[in-house]
């Protein structure tokens, strides 16, 4: 079952497949609520059967989802179970019995009118659950003295904008723009490399978003997404993992296949690039002229036209990609055009079935007007 699982996660609706295989795994801490948990993987009570693979998403996703609350609102509104900050006895905790009866944030606790944390005979009264005063106080005094402080103040300060994710409706786009946006998270791997090339805070930006941006294919997005980290498997590292006879250019015989020499330097590539800048000029009646740093990493000054054209430098590369590693063979203009042509039925199919026709449209109009 594990196998099935984690072969099609790269799908767009990781969150759904994910959640139903955790579900059991996961009882003691309540299901797939866990994801909305303020958690921290070493207070957990996991299941010691649990997956090594499932542990590590567990932890992916706390380095993604976790806060520290800093105003009233914002402790109010903490989900007590599996909380990171409220353990009794060294361990987050779960009542089923409770959250059934819809107990989960600490709001539940806390009578706004008194101002204070509810009784144990008020909150019985209230949702007459399966207790006893001992479980009820020693919840209620591992909640952390600040918050205590905080619930205490009369004024009522809304909860800091934090919305939190719902990893059933989470894709691709969610996780990398969170990512991006989350301060603790340690910088992208390509960081350095990006900056020692002279690209700016704002176009680093860009670069780490562009491939969600100009796509909504998956695949294509990935495929950028590994070249701007530069993880994109060529031939030199694919001979290195023995997966490949030679690390060389099929084309260029004693050089190595990096990406630089496939999307750019090696003679091909410069034909590619040449064609299509002719191809695309022709087209859309421009002017371009694409750099080396372009075709990498995509066209990051604003023109009118600017997805169309990067969204095909990277259908681009991705042409240059599969002949020059996958088939070994000479990559012929015309099928890249047909390979264009193909994309864009797909989107036009995308935009049609989820009533974004207009954009499409408005995309991709030089293209269809042919
Ligand atoms: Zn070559």
């Known amino acids: ?4 699982c984690a072969s099609s996660l790269p799908v767009v609706h990781l969150g759904v497949v994910v959640v139903s295989c955790l579900k059991s795994l996961l009882s003691n801490v309540g299901g ?3 994801f909305q948990c303020n958690y921290n993987i070493q207070y957990l009570p996991l299941n010691e059967n649990l997956p090594k693979f499932y542990r590590e998403i567990i932890s992916h996703w706390q380095k993604i989802n976790n806060t520290n609350p800093k105003t009233k609102g914002d402790v109010l509104n903490q989900i007590i179970w599996n909380n990171q900050f409220i353990r009794v ?3 987050s905790v779960f009542f089923p ?4 009866v819809g107990i989960r944030k600490l709001s539940c606790f806390f009578d706004n009118e008194s101002n204070t944390l509810l009784t144990f005979t008020t909150f019985m009264q209230k949702y007459n659950v399966k207790s006893n005063f001992l479980q009820y106080y020693s919840l209620l005094s591992a909640i952390p003295k600040e918050w205590k402080t ?3 103040q009369e004024c009522f300060l809304p909860s800091t904008e934090y919305v939190p994710l719902s990893i059933e409706k989470l894709t691709c786009k969610t996780i990398y723009n969170t990512l991006l946006n989350h301060q603790h998270f340690p910088p ?3 960081e350095k490399r990006l900056t020692e090339y002279g690209f700016n805070f704002q176009e680093r930006q860009k670069i780490y978003s562009l491939p969600f941006r100009v796509t909504n294919e998956v695949k294509l997005s990935v495929f950028q997404y590994k070249i701007v980290h530069n993880i994109l498997y060529t031939n030199k590292i694919l001979h290195k993992m023995k997966k490949k006879q030679q690390p060389d250019c099929p084309y260029c015989h004693g050089i190595d296949q990096t990406p630089l020499h496939l999307f750019v330097e090696c003679s ?4 590619f690039w040449n064609k299509f800048t002719n191809w695309y000029n022709a087209t859309c009646g421009g002017n371009i002229a694409l750099e080396q740093n372009e075709i990498i990493y995509g066209v990051l000054r604003y023109t009118s036209s600017c997805l169309t054209l990067n969204h095909l430098i990277i259908i681009g590369k991705y042409f240059l990609y599969i002949n020059g590693v996958h088939d070994e063979k000479r990559p012929q203009f015309k099928d890249f055009v047909t390979l264009v042509n193909e994309k864009i ?3 036009k199919y995308i935009a049609i079935t989820t009533n974004k026709l207009l954009s499409f449209t408005k995309k991709w109009s030089n293209f269809l007007s042919n």
């Open 345 to 347: 039925e797909l989107e």
């Open 188 to 190: 992208p791997t390509a």
């Open 268 to 271: 091909i590539a410069k034909s």
């Open 150 to 152: 905080l619930l205490k």
């Open 89 to 91: 006895n060294k361990s």
């Open 32 to 34: 797939s609520l866990l």
């Open 1 to 4: 079952m594990g196998a099935n």
């Open 97 to 100: 019995g409770w959250n059934k």
